[in-house]
């Protein structure tokens, strides 16, 4: 499935994905940086494994993604949503946001993000909650590939 949106199509769909398109939009964020060649799969398995996912394209460019893990009955977490910094401002991140809330509308949504982001979440009717009052906390494990800068 595809649309249009803003002049740009938005691709659904898991399979395909070009490893070298992710690791682009992920060096952009900050993300990733010298991927080993041997390492570069990683970047379309992502996708393989995810419950949902969305692309943005630019003619052949891809200039944004966003992938889901879900359960697809009452929780889901956008994993990573991120979108080249020339394209950021235009409403592509929201529009992704949307997308997905639409694959589980009556579910509970998490964003794995980091805390400068927090305002775009909200923007997007995310609560950012306080801890204290709900007890709700993340704890991250870094693995090896983590300590010696593979992401």
Known sequence: MYQYFNGLVIREGTEGVPAENVEALFQDAGWARNTPSWQMEKYS????????????????????????????????TIMDLAVLSEYRGKGIGKKLVELCLQKLPHGDWFAHTSANNFSFYERCGFEVKDLSQNGTCAYYGYIQARKVGHR
């Open 45 to 76: 398995l992502i996708f393989t494994n995810s419950t949902w996912a969305f692309t943005v394209w630019d003619g052949e460019k891809m200039i944004g993604m966003v992938r889901v893990l879900s359960d697809k009955i009452m929780a889901a």
